[in-house]
């Protein structure tokens, strides 16, 4: 799943990525995962400007649009 999801990632050019790397907290992610036994854990964060407007709080499509088709295509990989 981790490849997939990299593929997928370096597919775009938008956002930044990491994979495996460290993280502020991860506590689910590292205490569940368990890939040996088919058990996968993946963290995904994101700024809130991907989104929204930050100081009104308001939903911006035309900001979310792009980022929208880009978690449709990482949910496909993760569960190919």
């Not at 009104?56 to 949910?75: E, M, Y």
Request: charged fraction near 20%; proline fraction near 2%; charge should be negative.
């Amino acid at each position: 799943m981790t490849a997939r999801i990299d593929t997928c990632l370096r597919a775009q050019s938008t956002y930044t990525h990491v994979i495996n790397g460290r993280f502020k907290g991860g506590y689910i992610t590292r205490h569940y995962a368990d890939p040996a036994r088919g058990i996968e854990a993946v963290q995904l964060e994101m700024a809130q400007c991907t989104y929204m407007d930050e100081d009104s709080f308001a939903w911006r499509d035309d900001l979310a649009r792009p980022v929208q088709s880009i978690l449709h295509a990482l949910l496909a990989a993760a569960l190919a």
